[in-house]
């Protein structure tokens, strides 16, 4: 056998098994952390809103533009229900920038 047919033969296995792989294998880990960072950081936002149950706050959503005052009265889920002098309101959990505490 000439080099060519060797070169022909086990170069792509060599690419294949030193460059592909270790790659792909490389990719599917940074996915998993990033998956990982995810889930943990959704648990822990509600937990923390829960210890404000009853008391008077100030919740702003940021770029949204609104902001709401009003005494918390439950978290369920992904929703945080609030009473306003307006009545009661529901806000999305997950558009929550900023909660400041009035009283």
Do not use: C
């Given at each position: 056998?000439?080099?060519?047919?060797?070169?022909?033969?086990?170069?792509?296995?060599?690419?294949?098994?030193?460059?592909?792989?270790?790659?792909?294998?490389?990719?599917?880990?940074?996915?998993s952390r990033?998956?990982?960072?995810?889930?943990?950081?959704?648990?822990l936002?509600?937990?923390l809103?829960?210890?404000?149950?009853?008391r008077?706050c100030?919740?702003?959503?940021?770029?949204?533009?609104?902001?709401?005052?009003?005494?918390?009265l439950?978290?369920?889920?992904?929703?945080?229900?609030?009473?306003?002098?307006?009545?009661?309101?529901?806000?999305n959990?997950?558009?929550?920038?900023?909660?400041?505490?009035?009283?």
């Open positions: 056998m000439n080099s060519g047919t060797w070169i022909a033969i086990y170069m792509p296995l060599f690419i294949l098994f030193f460059v592909i792989f270790p790659q792909q294998s490389q990719m599917q880990s940074q996915a990033m998956i990982t960072k995810k889930r943990r950081a959704r648990k936002n509600h937990e809103i829960k210890k404000y149950i009853g008077v100030k919740i702003t959503t940021g770029s949204y533009g609104t902001t709401t005052s009003g005494k918390i439950d978290v369920t889920e992904n929703w945080i229900e609030i009473e306003t002098r307006k009545g009661i309101e529901l806000m959990a997950e558009f929550v920038q900023n909660i400041k505490v009035v009283n």
